[in-house]
């Protein structure tokens, strides 16, 4: 996974969906500062969490990874 893609669409996704960190970081059971990470490209999810991640946002795991447009 490249981080930097990943960052940029994590944030393009929750702004698309009027979500907040913070909301994402609820609803997946984590803390902000986990999910902040994945926003900024200083960490990446586990694939759990991503699953988790895409399922909250509607969004696929290859359009976050930069796999597919």
Avoid: W
């Avoid at 490249?2 to 913070?22: P, V, Y």
């Avoid at 609803?27 to 399922?55: F, H, W």
């Amino acid at each position: 996974m490249h981080m930097g893609t990943f960052a940029e669409r994590l944030k393009k996704t929750l702004k698309t969906n009027q979500m907040s960190q913070s909301e994402l970081a609820r609803r997946i059971k984590m803390s902000q500062d986990s999910v902040n990470g994945y926003c900024t490209g200083k960490a990446e999810p586990p694939l759990d969490t991503l699953r988790l991640i895409c399922k909250e946002l509607d969004e696929t795991a290859d359009y976050l990874i930069g796999v597919k447009d």
